[in-house]
């Protein structure tokens, strides 16, 4: 492991939680990411537009960076229940949309790569067993810039996995990260050790794509039919990308990040978005416009590969994986 990166957890404390973790989460809410077992997904394809998800393999966090600590732990702890999950520790999946138009191969994200976690960046090597070679994608995608988005950019060996991509950021993430006072800004759900190390990361992971980045607003093409959409909250910066063809859908990165959290109770705040408030908004009006468009999402952590449609259901939201 190279000295500069300092894992999303320590190492230490994640062996000790992964044990939790895996005891407390049920089956069906786990990314398969051994070999064997379903890695990729086609999600669309004709004769101008492939969608595949593939899997990056999956990771654990606390159950406190996605909970509300103001929901009453009885209402949280049931909805956590009839997800199969519950504990001190959530088992996340990470589903890595890749978008072929034309020529192109995209990305949307890139994973942990090889720093996060050891059940995590299995990106690249599920790309080359789907016949994708990393030298084949031409542009990556951004959503932000925490570490299982983020750090997949760069193997063991600190080199550029995909060297023919350009990388599409929003100007405004770019400066959540450059900023000296960067730390200050960041969710205060993270623990010391930890705030630094994804800030630490960031700034090393984005100096090593500085000279291939090209900075998106809101609506920018990244070519004709796939466009960047502002979604901030889970961080100031954060864009999801919107993909015209078919019934058109939106690879909505970690604006929805929970299977039922996000949709049924979208306006509990989330620990772990750097602008809570501006999460909810933000979740408010994707569900809106998905429910009332039926457009198909695609989501990073949401049961692989992430897809389906949302539902409205009792004043809330319902996620249908389709
Ligand atoms: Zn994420």
């Known amino acids: 492991m190279s000295k500069s990166?300092?894992?999303w957890m320590g190492r230490r404390h994640f062996l000790v939680t992964a044990a939790a973790g895996a005891l407390a989460v049920g089956g069906g809410t786990i990314t398969p990411a051994r070999p064997g077992q379903a890695n990729t997904r086609t999600i669309l394809k004709?004769?101008?537009?492939e969608v595949l998800v593939?899997?990056?393999?999956?990771?654990?966090?606390?159950?406190?960076?996605?909970?509300?600590?103001?929901?009453?732990?009885?209402?949280?702890?049931?909805?956590?229940?009839a997800a199969g999950q519950g504990g001190e520790q959530l088992q996340l999946p990470n589903n890595v949309t890749v978008i072929?138009?034309?020529?192109?191969?995209?990305?949307?994200?890139?994973?942990?790569?090889?720093?996060?976690?050891?059940?995590?960046?299995?990106?690249?090597?599920?790309?080359?067993?789907?016949?994708?070679?990393?030298?084949?994608?031409?542009?990556?995608?951004l959503t932000h810039g925490h570490p299982d988005h983020l750090w997949g950019v760069l193997d063991a060996d600190d080199n550029l996995i995909y060297p023919n991509a350009i990388y599409f950021v929003s100007a405004k993430e770019l400066n959540v990260w450059a900023d000296p006072d960067v730390l200050r800004n960041l969710p205060a759900v993270f623990p010391k050790e930890l705030a630094a190390g994804v800030a630490k990361g960031a700034k090393?992971?984005?100096?090593?794509?500085?000279?291939?980045?090209?900075?998106?607003?809101?609506d920018d093409e990244i070519v004709s039919g796939v466009r960047a959409i502002d979604t901030p909250g889970h961080t100031p910066g954060h864009i999801s990308v919107e993909v015209a063809g078919g019934d058109g859908f939106v690879i909505v990165g970690d604006a929805l990040t929970h299977p039922l959290i996000?949709?049924?109770?979208?306006?509990?705040?989330?620990?772990?978005?750097?602008?809570?408030?501006?999460?909810?908004?933000?979740?408010?009006?994707?569900?809106?416009?998905?429910?009332?468009d039926r457009r198909r999402l695609i989501g990073a952590h949401l049961p692989f590969p992430g897809s389906g449609l949302v539902e409205r259901k009792g004043g809330a939201y319902r996620f249908v994986a389709s």
């Open 46 to 49: 004709s004769a101008n537009l």
């Open 100 to 141: 072929r138009k034309g020529s192109d191969v995209i990305l949307v994200d890139t994973g942990s790569g090889p720093h996060h976690q050891p059940s995590a960046g299995k990106l690249a090597e599920n790309l080359r067993a789907a016949g994708i070679q990393p030298a084949a994608i031409t542009k990556v995608v």
């Open 204 to 218: 090393n992971h984005i100096s090593r794509i500085r000279d291939k980045v090209m900075m998106v607003r809101e």
């Open 262 to 292: 996000s949709f049924q109770y979208p306006s509990w705040r989330v620990p772990v978005d750097h602008e809570a408030d501006r999460g909810i908004a933000t979740r408010l009006r994707l569900l809106d416009q998905l429910a009332t």
């Open 5 to 7: 990166h300092t894992p």
């Open 54 to 81: 593939m899997s990056d393999g999956y990771f654990v966090l606390p159950t406190g960076f996605l909970v509300d600590p103001e929901v009453p732990k009885s209402e949280s702890e049931a909805v956590l229940k």
